[in-house]
């Protein structure tokens, strides 16, 4: 009877503790994915502040080179094209927005403000996230899992300074350059649209984009630029060097996980901090 | 004896609650071939990776010609980890990389030599590796062999004193197989380096190999030479050497020396010690000038042909034959007194000089550049024991008694 009586006290007990679990377990996955989200950003900073020193290295300057071709370089056409397509309908929405107040003239000055500000930095990060940066974690993450990364180590080459500081610091100076071409290549694009196609005035636009213009809105977007680079390939870059450690997958699985996740994480990040550099800047 | 080269004292590895090393002790030997064996997910991967420095243990030292690598500073650890080259089981070759740039790599980054130099010097290893050809490839344009031999060219080209093999062989069939160990052996030679080989063929790996080490359960069970290991009496050798002796196919299909070591006692148990048989060695010599001339794989093949004709011969009368070495042969005729055995052997010898020769040459030959041209010549020799003699020291007096049964000269090449 008092065996009886004790064991459905503890049935009442697993059964209360079971309930608790439950209650408490998406506060404890929150937990682990705050824990490790700050495990990773600081990992990252670590990844970030060694490519950096490693940077200063004699025989860095033609890796760099060739990582500036291949993120930069290679990525102009795409640049071209998205920078002249963002310009075109911005000129035709401005156009048929500021026609209806009778301020066509301010075509030139919304276009110019608005790529050169926002759209310039923001769109040609989230291009060349998705053309180069991509590329980068699937490389680096292959060699990963192929043992060319171990490989570099039992040669005595250190893979930080081999692979991934060329490619951070190649990023950051190709990035507010591809940022200059696209709001050219974007400015000419509202011109296109606004001046050649629908007949706005073409002194008046280059003049407004000439006046509306200052330095500030340049350097703003510049420095935009190689923050959006700083985070793009140090993400890009960590997620492929890192993909042997996934807990999801192993293998070509990781590689391509890992591809994803440092695209759709550089976009969100991009975004995000656009917004907070946005309003330091302001 | 001197002091090892590399030495493990106590050593223990965890990953997480996983140990994959536990107190492992072992000692490597300098100018040496060391073979670790042990079964797949046993842990040798990760003691070869101890060694070259990629990871470090939980516990206990490793100790580099005495002296401990966690009380060295990191200039000393350096140097001493600057002398060792990793040839890894997939190759690890860079495939944006040629051959020529994949070899080049450790050169152009870890000195400052001149490019000329660089040159000179990758271009030497390219030729000593006979990838002259493949130099301007990518790695996805070459054979699995000549990705080896690539691989090990990259080991090579900074002229290590420790060259560390993770599984060479892995994928290959027997032929090759034996071609990579035995390059490995040859360049081992010729260049002098300590080689240590993790590897799962067993018997073909004891045939280039100094000193064997046997991982077990976590641990080093057994460290000496593979004669010393055919008299280990432990249960890895039922667990791990004859799986896997059963698991691999010897080159040339004859008995492994256990197996012959196991029929050899067998057949001696049903003889009175007054009945006696014969034992013949066979030789494929110059085996170097072979390889220097066709290649390995054309050696290797040679070798495979040689013991399959033995075999094909002697086993139809009652012999039993093994590989002795990497190119010697014995045939025990059991059953046979000396002048029976003779006999046997003469026609033997007609036999192999009108057929067996010119097969041994067909398959050296398939796996050879066409025009090359090598002399071969084959050794015999005969004696005669008693259930009570050694058989050691009946095949040391057959060898003793060698003598040219069969010679082919480039003319033969049409």
Same mark, same amino acid.
């Given at each position: 009877m008092?065996?009886s009586?004790k064991?459905?006290? +503890?049935?009442?007990?697993k059964t209360?503790?079971r309930?608790?679990k439950?209650?408490?377990?998406?506060f404890?996955?929150?937990?682990?994915?705050?824990i490790?989200?700050?495990?990773?950003s600081?990992?990252a900073?670590?990844?970030?502040v060694?490519?950096?020193?490693?940077?200063f290295w004699h025989k860095?300057?033609s890796?760099?080179?060739?990582?500036?071709?291949?993120?930069?370089?290679s990525?102009?056409?795409?640049?071209?094209?998205?920078?002249f397509? $963002?310009?075109?309908?911005?000129?035709?929405?401005?156009?048929h927005?500021?026609?209806?107040?009778?301020?066509?003239g301010?075509?030139?000055?919304?276009?110019?403000?608005?790529?050169?500000r926002?759209?310039g930095?923001v769109? $040609?990060?989230?291009?060349?996230?998705?053309?180069?940066?991509?590329?980068i974690?699937a490389?680096?993450?292959?060699?990963?899992i192929?043992?060319q990364?171990? %490989?570099?180590?039992?040669?005595?080459?250190?893979?930080?300074r081999y692979?991934?500081?060329?490619?951070i610091?190649?990023?950051?100076i190709?990035?507010?350059?591809?940022?200059?071409?696209?709001?050219l290549?974007?400015?000419?694009g509202?011109?296109?649209?606004?001046?050649v196609?629908?007949?706005?005035?073409a002194?008046t636009?280059?003049?407004r984009?000439?006046?509306?213009l200052?330095?500030?809105d340049?350097?703003?977007?510049?420095?935009k630029?190689? #923050?959006?680079a700083v985070?793009?390939?140090?993400?890009?870059?960590y997620q492929?060097?890192? %993909?042997h450690?996934?807990?999801?997958?192993?293998?070509?699985k990781?590689?391509?996980?890992?591809?994803?996740?440092?695209?759709?994480?550089?976009?969100?990040?991009?975004?995000v901090?656009d917004?907070?550099?946005?309003?330091l800047l302001? | 004896?001197?002091?090892p080269l590399i030495e493990?004292?106590?050593v223990?590895?965890?990953?997480?609650?996983?140990t994959?090393?536990e107190?492992?002790?072992?000692k490597?030997?300098?100018?040496e #071939?060391?073979?670790?064996?042990?079964?797949?997910?046993?842990?040798?991967?990760?003691?070869l990776?101890h060694?070259i420095?990629?990871?470090?243990p939980?516990?206990?030292?490793i100790l580099?010609?005495?002296?401990?690598l966690? +009380?060295m500073?990191?200039r000393?650890?350096?140097?001493?980890?600057?002398q060792?080259?990793y040839?890894?089981?997939?190759?690890?070759?860079?495939?944006s990389m040629t051959v020529y740039?994949? /070899?080049a790599?450790?050169l152009r980054?870890?000195?400052?030599?001149t490019?000329?130099e660089?040159?000179?010097?990758?271009m030497?290893r390219?030729?000593?590796?006979?990838?002259?050809?493949s130099a301007?490839?990518?790695?996805s344009e070459?054979?699995?062999?000549?990705?080896?031999? %690539?691989a090990?060219a990259?080991a090579?080209? /900074?002229?290590?004193?420790?060259?560390?093999?993770?599984?060479?062989?892995?994928?290959?069939?027997? #032929?090759?197989k034996?071609? /990579?160990?035995?390059?490995?052996a040859?360049?081992?030679?010729?260049?002098?380096?300590t080689?240590?080989?993790?590897?799962?063929?067993i018997?073909?790996?004891y045939?280039i190999?100094?000193?064997?080490?046997?991982l077990?359960g976590?641990?080093?069970?057994?460290?000496? $030479?593979?004669?010393?290991?055919e008299?280990?009496?432990?249960?890895f050798?039922?667990?791990v050497?004859?799986?896997l002796e059963?698991?691999?196919?010897?080159?040339?299909?004859?008995?492994?020396?256990r197996q012959f070591?196991?029929?050899?006692?067998?057949?001696?148990k049903?003889?009175?010690?007054?009945?006696?048989?014969? #034992?013949?060695?066979?030789?494929?010599?110059?085996?170097?000038?072979i390889i220097?001339?066709m290649?390995h794989?054309?050696?290797?093949?040679a070798?495979?042909?040689m013991?399959?004709?033995?075999?094909?011969?002697?086993g139809a009368? +009652?012999?039993?034959?093994?590989?002795r070495?990497i190119?010697?042969?014995?045939t025990?005729l059991?059953?046979?007194e000396l002048e029976?055995?003779?006999?046997m052997l003469?026609?033997?010898?007609?036999?192999?000089?009108e057929?067996g020769?010119?097969?041994?040459?067909? +398959?050296?030959?398939e796996?050879?550049?066409?025009g090359t041209?090598v002399?071969?010549t084959?050794?015999?020799g005969?004696a005669?024991?008693?259930?009570?003699?050694?058989i050691?020291?009946?095949i %040391?007096?057959a060898e003793s008694k060698q003598?040219?049964?069969?010679?082919?000269?480039c003319a033969?090449?049409?």
């Amino acid at each position: 009877m008092e065996l009886s009586a004790k064991s459905q006290s +503890g049935t009442e007990s697993k059964t209360a503790w079971r309930l608790v679990k439950l209650l408490l377990s998406p506060f404890t996955a929150a937990g682990r994915t705050a824990i490790s989200w700050v495990n990773n950003s600081g990992a990252a900073a670590i990844f970030l502040v060694l490519a950096l020193v490693k940077t200063f290295w004699h025989k860095q300057l033609s890796k760099i080179i060739q990582q500036i071709y291949y993120i930069g370089a290679s990525s102009t056409t795409i640049i071209v094209l998205v920078g002249f397509f $963002t310009g075109m309908v911005l000129g035709l929405q401005s156009y048929h927005a500021l026609v209806k107040l009778g301020a066509q003239g301010a075509i030139g000055t919304l276009v110019a403000l608005s790529l050169v500000r926002e759209l310039g930095p923001v769109l $040609t990060a989230i291009m060349i996230t998705a053309r180069a940066g991509s590329a980068i974690t699937a490389e680096i993450g292959v060699q990963r899992i192929s043992e060319q990364i171990d %490989a570099l180590d039992t040669m005595r080459i250190d893979p930080m300074r081999y692979l991934i500081s060329p490619r951070i610091v190649a990023a950051i100076i190709s990035f507010p350059l591809l940022t200059a071409l696209f709001d050219l290549i974007g400015i000419i694009g509202g011109y296109v649209s606004a001046v050649v196609l629908l007949g706005a005035n073409a002194g008046t636009y280059l003049h407004r984009v000439q006046a509306s213009l200052e330095m500030k809105d340049l350097t703003d977007g510049f420095i935009k630029a190689v #923050v959006f680079a700083v985070i793009v390939s140090t993400v890009c870059c960590y997620q492929g060097y890192f %993909a042997h450690m996934r807990q999801d997958s192993h293998g070509a699985k990781a590689v391509g996980l890992s591809t994803t996740s440092a695209v759709v994480l550089s976009c969100v990040l991009i975004l995000v901090t656009d917004y907070i550099v946005t309003s330091l800047l302001l | 004896m001197d002091t090892p080269l590399i030495e493990f004292k106590n050593v223990t590895k965890r990953f997480g609650r996983r140990t994959i090393l536990e107190r492992v002790n072992l000692k490597i030997y300098e100018g040496e #071939v060391t073979t670790i064996i042990g079964l797949s997910g046993g842990g040798k991967t990760v003691l070869l990776k101890h060694i070259i420095g990629l990871l470090k243990p939980d516990e206990g030292n490793i100790l580099f010609r005495g002296k401990p690598l966690n +009380g060295m500073s990191k200039r000393e650890v350096d140097a001493s980890l600057t002398q060792m080259s990793y040839m890894f089981q997939d190759n690890a070759l860079f495939d944006s990389m040629t051959v020529y740039e994949n /070899i080049a790599l450790p050169l152009r980054e870890t000195t400052n030599l001149t490019k000329a130099e660089i040159d000179r010097r990758v271009m030497a290893r390219i030729e000593q590796t006979e990838l002259t050809d493949s130099a301007r490839k990518f790695p996805s344009e070459l054979s699995g062999g000549m990705q080896k031999r %690539a691989a090990l060219a990259r080991a090579l080209v /900074i002229d290590p004193s420790i060259v560390l093999f993770d599984e060479p062989t892995s994928g290959q069939d027997p #032929v090759r197989k034996n071609a /990579i160990l035995s390059m490995i052996a040859q360049y081992q030679r010729k260049f002098g380096f300590t080689a240590i080989v993790v590897s799962h063929e067993i018997p073909d790996v004891y045939f280039i190999s100094n000193r064997i080490l046997a991982l077990y359960g976590h641990d080093i069970v057994f460290q000496g $030479t593979p004669e010393e290991l055919e008299n280990f009496d432990h249960p890895f050798k039922d667990e791990v050497i004859h799986s896997l002796e059963g698991l691999q196919k010897e080159l040339t299909g004859l008995h492994s020396k256990r197996q012959f070591k196991l029929q050899y006692h067998g057949q001696m148990k049903r003889r009175s010690l007054r009945e006696t048989y014969c #034992v013949a060695v066979f030789k494929l010599e110059s085996l170097d000038a072979i390889i220097a001339g066709m290649g390995h794989e054309s050696a290797q093949e040679a070798i495979q042909s040689m013991g399959v004709y033995i075999d094909k011969h002697f086993g139809a009368i +009652g012999g039993f034959s093994t590989r002795r070495s990497i190119n010697e042969f014995v045939t025990v005729l059991p059953y046979s007194e000396l002048e029976e055995a003779e006999d046997m052997l003469e026609d033997f010898i007609k036999d192999f000089q009108e057929h067996g020769i010119r097969e041994i040459w067909a +398959g050296a030959r398939e796996k050879a550049a066409p025009g090359t041209c090598v002399d071969f010549t084959i050794l015999a020799g005969l004696a005669q024991g008693q259930p009570i003699a050694e058989i050691e020291t009946i095949i %040391a007096s057959a060898e003793s008694k060698q003598k040219e049964i069969g010679r082919l000269r480039c003319a033969a090449e049409e």
